[in-house]
């Protein structure tokens, strides 16, 4: 649904290969229905790999993996070539949210990812945790590739705040200034003085919090919003903390019913939007927010979010919420903070976001933290791990 980052629609390595959205397959029950979506998938899918140029490796994420391991498990079989399966989560436990752990699709799901999880010729997973779980449960040994931000998550040019700014102010209300000047170009958070052409923060603007999300059962969204009823009570009763903006990005099957419990809200001093950013402006607004917001909960306990590795690479604090392994990522205190609960986050942005914007106390610490610890990107992480694992088997 998206268009894909143009570093990838230019690349001449890379080619594009669309499988067309099954529609019109909502006849008779709803286990029907599925069945008959996975075998057309399947047919589709295989289809589709037999047709491109035959290649040495087949790179298959993990999930969704149904039908697509055992496609491209057959497709290797007829090209001769490897399949590599990259576990980001186990698509069984995804599953389980919707229909419930001992629902006969879930148990079958688990049987099927963990049999044709075998048959691959290499693995990789995202986290220590779940290389053991692989090991222990599957019978299957996997290195851990650790995500990574690709090279342009990084950090925005004030230059390219005011530009993103003065951008998406067109159509979402929170970006626009709260008054006009006829001597600046002005943004909620930025402006540049038409004389000097300098882009300036102003001292009295809103702070920036964001947050995405695909609207799925794994993350639950109303705790961000109890928070901000509390941050938004925090204020009336005197607290020094900046008006707040928040920007929620992302398509997903929940995104009406939150944005309901949004239009419900009656906030003075906060102001949310849920916008679908282009490829090219979500790194840019990553890169000139204040703090990073993370409600993923793995539905297997064993997977990382993505959306911290990104905001970790533009040097953006995060406040995340708990689970098992996430402490593989977010060190509590040192680049970001862990909640539990609404009421934990609210106490955490007020005392983040207290006499804001100094450049001190604990979210300048925390930014000041990512800078210095210089993690590999994704490209040198890949290189330094993978490329060796295929060499030495070969």
């Not at 589709?48 to 040495?56: G, K, M, N």
């Not at 004389?195 to 102003?202: E, F, M, T």
């Amino acid at each position: 649904e998206s268009r894909p980052h143009r570093d990838v629609l230019r690349s001449e390595n890379i080619r594009l290969v669309p499988v067309a959205e099954l529609r019109g397959l909502r006849v008779g029950p709803k286990l029907f229905q599925y069945v008959l979506k996975v075998l057309v998938q399947s047919v589709q899918l295989l289809y589709t790999l037999l047709r491109i140029d035959q290649p040495s490796y087949i790179l298959l994420q993990n999930p969704p993996g149904l039908p697509s391991i055992a496609v491209a498990w057959v497709a290797g079989l007829l090209w001769g070539s490897k399949l590599i399966i990259d576990w980001h989560n186990y698509g069984y436990t995804i599953m389980s949210l919707s229909h419930g752990r001992n629902h006969p699709l879930v148990l079958i799901a688990e049987w099927y990812e963990k049999l044709f999880g075998r048959l691959s010729d290499y693995n990789l997973c995202v986290t220590d945790a779940m290389k053991k779980d692989l090991w222990v449960n599957f019978r299957i040994k996997a290195v851990t590739l650790y995500d990574k931000p690709a090279s342009y998550f990084k950090e925005t040019p004030l230059d390219l705040q005011h530009k993103l700014y003065m951008k998406l102010a067109e159509d979402y209300e929170p970006f626009r200034p709260r008054a006009v000047s006829p001597s600046a170009e002005r943004s909620a958070f930025t402006e540049r003085d038409s004389r000097g052409g300098s882009v300036l923060k102003p001292r009295g603007r809103p702070a920036l919090l964001i947050s995405s999300t695909s609207w799925t059962e794994d993350e639950d969204f109303s705790i961000l919003l109890r928070a901000l009823e509390d941050y938004e009570r925090f204020i009336k009763e005197g607290a020094k903390l900046p008006a707040l903006v928040c920007v929620i990005t992302g398509k997903g099957p929940l995104k009406d019913y939150y944005n309901g419990l949004i239009q419900k809200l009656h906030f003075k001093h906060i102001q949310i939007c849920t916008p679908w950013l282009e490829a090219e402006d979500y790194p840019l607004l990553l890169g000139s927010a204040d703090l990073g917001v993370c409600l993923h909960k793995s539905s297997s306990g064993l997977d990382l979010p993505m959306k911290v590795v990104d905001m970790f690479g533009c040097c953006l604090p995060v406040c995340a919420i708990h689970f098992e392994c996430l402490h593989e990522l977010v060190k509590h205190n040192e680049n970001g903070l862990i909640f539990r609960d609404s009421k934990e986050l609210a106490e955490q942005l007020k005392m983040l976001f207290l006499e804001f914007p100094t450049l001190e106390g604990k979210l300048h610490s925390f930014r000041e933290n990512l800078r210095a610890s210089r993690q590999p990107r994704w490209d040198q992480s890949w290189d330094q791990i993978v490329l060796p694992l295929l060499g030495n088997k070969e």
